[in-house]
Nanobody
Framework: QVQLVESGGGLVQAGGSLRLSCVAS????????MGWFRQAPGKEREFVAR????????YYADSVKGRCTISRDNAKNTVYLQMNSLKLEDTAVYYC????????????????WGQGTQVTVSS
């Protein structure tokens, strides 16, 4: 069992930056692939980025590629999402997720979810 708690969301102007954090409980954090997803009002939850348990492989949605960086610190049971050059369309609730396997990008492929943190980008 893994419990995930996100933080770091907030209100930021377009072009600004935010770093989201997700702290996991449980001794086996280092064995999970970790992902970030987001859900805007009226839209489905969508994949943003994921990182394998070693940190050796990352993958990004086209919409954030080049602007976001996912990283993890297994010693701190924490995964991060650094978001730069934020756009209005990045406004959403951002969720952290943990799953088994390597190349996970689907919502249904993840086993554990956090409660989410709101990111609002203003003009």
């Amino acid at each position: 069992q893994v419990q995930l708690v996100e933080s770091g969301g907030g209100l930021v102007q377009a072009g600004g930056s935010l770093r989201l954090s997700c702290v996991a409980s449980g001794r086996t954090f280092s064995t999970y692939t970790m992902g970030w997803f987001r859900q805007a009002p009226g839209k489905e939850r969508e994949f943003v980025a994921r990182i394998t348990w070693t940190g050796g492989s990352t993958y990004y949605a086209d919409s954030v590629k080049g602007r976001c960086t996912i990283s993890r610190d297994n010693a701190k049971n924490t995964v991060y999402l650094q978001m730069n050059s934020l756009k209005l369309e990045d406004t959403a609730v951002y969720y952290c997720a943990a799953g088994y396997g390597l190349h996970l990008i689907g919502v249904n492929e993840y086993n554990y979810w956090g409660q989410g943190t709101q990111v609002t980008v203003s003009s």
